[in-house]
């Protein structure tokens, strides 16, 4: 019979039972109560019972005298359903039958036939005569055990290969890359997973070492040929990646391979010895844009930041933000006394406060609903609590909403910032972070130019305590780039027209930026609180920057779809005050080296702190008036570098140009 007959055959078997009852039946019902399970052993071991009687009376010996039926069968139907009990041969899943069931059967069983053996020789004793025949009770033993078994068996491989056929045609046809420990755990855990979410069809060995072996029963493909060969061979549409041993490099090989012939990409972290399967199915998840940054991660000085952060009070601005929030997390692992948690966002701030709540710690947990901009209220805050450490992260940060409202860019980002490090300074707080922005650098729009203003104010203050030998604050910045997953970053943005079919809206199609995620920006700024002396601006080693238009085409096809084809990319132009790149520093700084060869500091000179703050508070003065155009001008006088692009504020410096 040729393949197409055969084919045919079973499909009409498969349509035949789709359309039945019977088929409806069984694909509906739930699991076996343990009751009727407990019933099919039994009727089980009668029949093996049966056999065995009728198999050993073939051969001329008695397997059971007739006259001790009547205690025979009772004592056999006994001992059976006591072993049964025993060793709870019933309470296991028919259809989820494995190994521990075999045992559990093969134990009862045989444990069975040895009390038989013990009553034979009791019997004997007694009466002279055999309940069972000796050897009858092995033969016995083996048939029931090996029904037993079957039964359970045939059941498993039906419902594997009928009544979950239909839910299989749903299934995505993956292949996973390793053969190690570690991909041998996850595809026990995907074929385990309800409801199933992959058909595994094989495993890429990356060393060749096991050629025509197979894996729980799938053949190991030999990564000789490019992966995207080996999918488009065997109809996979996904790679799940488990080998433990693959470099960062490798792992961009493969997946930027895969997703030029869009296929999908999932990976799953190493799996530990105790994680049970449910555990790991859950920890498969999609190639996320975070892991394909071309740069090892930051390594930390934990000793240092432990040692400035155990016992103390932190005190977190803007803690409910998507950078405050982390720093929160980050800095509890370092046991302070206690961590002060300020915002003015409530909802988002009580989320948090619910989150770090529920993990175990010794630190006293303060949420503090308030506002930056209002000094009275600050330092209540500051003479309550005593804080020794400050992580100043509260600001307003999107580009085109603060080009359209100066004055409130003065009073968060500006104003805030001097609230903040004034109190900081009048209170003796051993150290004050500011978390600044790349856009800081050279600024082209009024949010970058606000930071750049609290980076001056911060820097000249330190600079006047340090002259003024006046107090202990050490005053430091951390300017880093766009922050992957934050609140109004583009890969969230992305995320979600790609979710909503399209189309993704890109400003151009030359902008680049530098990208970190989160937790990377969030360790600078502990490192930067630890190893600062004062003064500093640390910038980090960011790597490449990264063409946001490829950025696009990378998480459209990660999410499964063809770029220009299934989701569209929409350029709308640049929004005001957006630069097609951005810097880490500033025309005239230089760099120095620190001990961590991933972070540096911008050597900026100093202003004069009393000059900067007479020009600052006149700004402050002048926002009240929310006047737009007089604001930037002053913002422009204190930034000699901030040049308007795509924005409404040029025109001032083509006045000042004229002058």
Not at 247 to 260: G, H, N, R
Not at 275 to 303: G, T, W, Y
Not at 396 to 410: C, D, F, R, T
Request: one cysteine or more; a positive charge.
């Amino acid at each position: 019979m040729d393949k197409k007959s055969k084919k045919n055959i079973s499909g009409a078997i498969d349509y035949a039972l789709g359309n039945t009852k019977l088929w409806h039946t069984f694909h509906n019902l739930g699991y076996l109560p343990r009751w009727i399970i407990f019933l099919i052993d039994v009727f089980v071991i009668s029949v093996t019972a049966l056999l065995s009687y009728f198999l050993i009376y073939r051969t001329g010996e008695i397997y059971i005298e007739k006259d001790l039926f009547i205690i025979s069968v009772p004592v056999y139907l006994l001992v059976s359903v006591v072993t049964f009990r025993v060793f709870r041969t019933y309470s296991g899943i028919i259809r989820h039958s494995s190994y521990i069931d075999a045992v559990k059967i093969f134990f009862s069983q045989f444990t069975a036939a040895f009390i038989f053996l013990a009553l034979n020789s009791l019997y004997k004793s007694i009466t002279g005569d055999l309940l069972f025949l000796n050897i009858g009770i092995l033969i016995n033993a083996v048939f029931s055990f090996s029904c037993l078994f079957l039964y359970r068996v045939l059941v498993k491989q039906f419902f594997e290969n009928y009544l979950n056929q239909s839910k299989q045609s749903n299934l995505t046809r993956a292949i996973i890359y390793g053969t190690d420990a570690n991909a041998i755990a996850v595809a026990n855990a995907l074929k385990s997973e309800v409801p199933g979410r992959f058909k595994l069809v094989g495993f890429i060995d990356k060393y060749g070492q096991n050629k025509s072996k197979m894996i729980l029963g799938l053949p190991i493909l030999q990564h000789k040929k490019k992966a995207s060969t080996l999918m488009r061979v065997f109809n996979a549409q996904a790679l799940i990646l488990a080998d433990k041993n693959l470099s960062k490099e490798e792992q961009l090989t493969i997946v930027d391979e895969c997703l030029d012939f869009n296929y999908k990409v999932y990976t799953v972290p190493l799996v530990s010895d105790w994680e049970d399967q449910k555990e790991i199915s859950r920890k498969i998840k999609n190639f996320q844009i975070q892991d394909l940054l071309e740069r090892k991660p930051i390594v930390l000085d934990n000793r240092s930041i432990s040692n400035q952060l155990k016992g103390k009070s932190v005190l977190i601005t803007g803690a409910a933000g998507s950078i405050g929030s982390e720093i929160v997390r980050q800095v509890i692992q370092f046991g302070p006394r206690r961590i002060i948690m300020l915002d003015q966002a409530e909802t988002p701030l009580h989320h948090l406060s619910l989150e770090i709540s529920k993990l175990e710690n010794k630190s006293e947990l303060v949420t503090i609903i308030g506002d930056v901009r209002k000094k009275a209220e600050l330092s209540e805050i500051f003479s309550s609590y005593a804080p020794d450490v400050v992580y100043h992260a509260a600001a307003y940060k999107h580009v085109p909403l603060m080009e359209g409202n100066p004055s409130q860019a003065i009073f968060a980002n500006i104003l805030g910032s001097k609230n903040v490090a004034d109190l900081a300074c009048e209170y003796n707080v051993d150290s004050f972070v500011m978390v600044s922005t790349d856009k800081a650098v050279n600024p082209s729009n009024v949010m970058g130019a606000s930071k750049r203003i609290a980076e001056k104010y911060v820097q000249s203050l330190h600079k006047s305590v340090v002259d003024s030998k006046s107090g202990k604050t050490k005053f430091i910045t951390t300017r880093f780039g766009n922050v992957l997953g934050s609140n109004g970053s583009v890969v969230p943005l992305f995320t979600k027209q790609i979710e909503s079919g399209g189309p993704i809206t890109l400003t151009h199609p030359d902008i680049i930026r530098y990208f970190m995620t989160i937790p990377e920006a969030c360790q600078l700024v502990l490192e930067a609180g630890a190893m600062g002396k004062g003064g500093e601006i640390y910038i980090f080693d960011m790597g490449k920057p990264v063409k946001i238009i490829d950025l696009a085409r990378k998480m459209i096809r990660l999410a499964g779809f063809i770029p220009e084809k299934d989701i569209d990319i929409k350029i709308v132009g640049l929004r005001p005050g957006e630069k097609l790149y951005e810097e880490l520093l500033n025309d005239g700084s230089k760099t120095l080296p620190t001990h961590h060869e991933k972070i540096m500091i911008a050597q900026d000179v100093a202003d004069d702190y009393e000059d900067l703050r007479e020009k600052v508070v006149d700004l402050i003065a002048t926002s009240k008036t929310y006047s737009s155009q007089e604001i930037v001008s002053k913002m422009k006088v204190i930034v000699p570098e901030f040049k308007s692009m795509n924005s409404n504020f040029e025109i001032l410096d083509k006045e000042a140009v004229k002058k």
